[in-house]
């Protein structure tokens, strides 16, 4: 597995994500599990997400702004 730090806009992002984003104290790491109705639902996201696909991100909260 590999590291990337990249800066997020958790209002552009799909609800679930927000949602996990959102409860994580500063310097926390979690693992995020985003169920397909608060992902891209049944529309998926062409030949890369699968239609009500479960999306897992495991993340570290560096800073808010």
């Keep these: 597995s590999s590291s990337q730090i990249f800066l997020i806009n958790v209002e552009k992002t799909v609800p679930g994500f927000k949602e ?19 992902g891209y639902g049944a529309n998926g996201i062409a030949d890369k997400i699968a239609p009500n696909e479960l999306m897992i991100y495991e993340v570290k909260l560096l800073n808010v702004r």
């Design 20 to 38: 996990g984003m959102t409860m994580l104290p500063l310097g926390s790491e979690a693992v995020i599990y985003v169920p397909g109705d608060l």
